[in-house]
C-alpha cells in the first residue's frame, strides 16, 4: 500500500503562471522531504477542467505525515502558504490523503483518467474485484484509490494509466465500449453511482 497527499487549484484569469510557479516550489520541499514520487498535472476534460494540482506519493502513512509536517516547517513553503492567503493565485482545495486498495498509482504516468464511485465502504471489497478484472482486460494499468482525509469520504476512485491521449482514446474504443467493459460497469452500478470522471496530464 503506498499513501497520497493531493492539492488540487483552480487558478484565477492572469495567474495560471504564479499557481504553477507555486505548486513546483512545493514539489522541490516535497521531494525534499521524503516524497518518493510526485506530479504536477492539469485537468483537461471532465470534471475540474482547467485546474491544476500537485501529487505525492509515500510508501505509508507515517512517512506521508512526517514529510506534510517537516514541510510546513520549511521557510520556502511557509513562503508559499503565505502568499496562498495573503495573494491568493487561484481557489485550493486540500490538501487530502489517500491510499490505494488495488495496486499502486503510476503517478509519473503522462495521461491519467480518474472515474470516482460514490458508494457505502460496505461494497469496497466487491468494487475492488471488479476493478481487478478490469485491470485484466488490457496492458493498461487500472488502480483504486479511497479517501483517508477528505471532505467526500463516500467515494472510490478508479485510476486508469496511458502513455498518451492517442492511447486512451484507443482504450476506450477496444475496451471502454466492449460489451465485458459495459457489463462490469452495470455492475459496479449497483454498487454505487459513478458520479465523475475527468482526464488530466502530467506537465
Not at 97 to 115: G, Q
Amino acid at each position: 500500500m503506498s499513501a497520497y497527499i493531493i492539492l488540487r487549484g483552480s487558478p484565477y484569469p492572469g495567474r495560471l503562471n504564479d499557481m504553477e510557479t507555486r505548486m513546483r516550489t512545493v514539489m522541490g520541499v516535497m521531494a525534499q522531504k521524503g516524497a518518493i514520487n510526485s506530479r504536477l498535472f492539469r485537468n483537461l476534460m471532465g470534471a475540474d477542467a482547467g485546474d491544476m494540482g500537485i501529487g505525492f506519493e509515500f510508501e505509508n502513512f507515517h512517512q506521508a505525515l512526517s514529510a506534510f509536517h517537516e514541510a510546513r516547517q520549511d521557510p520556502m513553503l511557509m513562503e508559499v502558504n503565505r502568499k496562498r492567503w495573503e495573494d491568493p493565485a487561484g481557489d485550493i482545495s486540500g490538501p487530502v490523503l489517500m491510499r490505494d486498495v488495488y495496486k499502486p498509482m503510476d503517478i509519473t504516468a503522462p495521461v491519467v483518467v480518474v472515474r470516482t464511485y460514490q458508494m457505502s465502504r460496505k461494497h469496497l471489497p466487491e468494487m475492488i474485484d471488479i476493478v481487478k478484472e478490469i485491470d485484466s482486460l488490457s496492458d493498461n494499468q487500472v488502480t483504486a484509490m479511497v479517501p483517508v482525509q477528505h471532505p467526500q469520504m463516500d467515494r472510490i476512485h478508479g485510476i486508469y494509466h496511458f502513455h498518451s491521449l492517442a492511447d486512451a482514446g484507443k482504450y476506450i474504443d477496444e475496451v471502454g465500449l466492449s460489451p465485458r467493459f459495459q457489463e462490469l460497469v452495470n455492475k459496479a452500478n449497483e454498487l454505487g453511482a459513478l458520479v465523475r470522471s475527468g482526464m488530466n496530464i502530467k506537465l
